[in-house]
């Protein structure tokens, strides 16, 4: 499996219909802003929330609940980005849940994991894997729709990329953790997709800036559809 997700974060991102012609068959998946779900559905493109809630309905302001976004023809969601952790309160205990209600409810879940530089500088990467992993284990077990995404925290809109060994050392451990397919994000490019995708542990890529535009985010997808072949 080589899956390449766009997280399109708070920009309105390319126009859906330009980026679905632009990708032809490559397989592919956008996580745009809520307000362009619809039109990215609408344009044929494999379209993911950038978050869910866990409860149906409810007194929950600025969130978004599973049947809502079903209705729009979303067909999944990511949880726990480390910019939803490190911003909004997100703990693991709500990741967990979130990825809990949407799998039980038939979406795909690509759930984020990650460590921070002063983490990794004090060599705590494996204990914040390890609690972030068994968080999302113990709510969700093993599940065909869960896809991790091993995303260091340092690496993400810095353009400092891990290495092809780190992202690798990282992935193994997670895998160990989980049996699960694992996306690498953190400043993945067009020139350095196929290094961290050849990697042997390295399932695909979650990207952020190379997303928003057409050419970049294609250039990946391609990449990936080339390894996997
Ligand atoms: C992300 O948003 O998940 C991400 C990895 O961002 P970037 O590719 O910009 O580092």
Not at 18 to 43: F, I, K
Request: glycine share 8%.
């Amino acid at each position: 499996m080589s899956m390449v997700a766009g997280n399109w974060k708070m920009f309105e991102g390319p126009d859906p219909q330009a980026l679905r012609t632009a990708l032809g068959d490559l397989e592919h998946v956008v996580a745009p802003p809520y307000t362009r779900l619809a039109a990215c559905v609408d344009a044929g493109l494999t379209t993911y929330a950038q978050s869910v809630h866990w409860e149906p309905e409810g007194a929950f302001t600025g969130e978004i609940s599973v049947p809502m976004l079903q209705a729009l023809g979303v067909h999944g969601a990511i949880v726990g980005h480390s910019e939803r952790r490190q911003y909004f309160g997100e703990t693991d205990t709500t990741v967990a849940r979130r990825a809990r209600a949407a799998l039980d409810a038939g979406l795909n879940v690509i759930a984020c994991v990650g460590e921070t530089w002063e983490e990794r500088e004090s060599n705590d990467t494996e204990t914040v894997l390890r609690i972030q992993v068994e968080a999302i284990r113990d709510a969700c077990g093993e599940h065909e729709r869960l896809v991790l995404a091993y995303e260091p925290v340092w690496a993400i809109g810095t353009g400092k990329t891990a290495t092809p060994q780190t992202a690798e050392a990282s992935h193994a451990f997670v895998k160990s953790l989980l049996d699960a397919p694992v996306l690498y994000g953190g400043s993945v490019k067009p020139e350095n997709a196929e290094e961290l995708l050849s990697q042997p542990s390295v399932d695909g890529a979650l990207v952020g800036g190379a997303s928003l535009d057409i050419e970049s985010f294609v250039a990946i997808c391609r990449t990936a559809a080339s390894i996997r072949s």
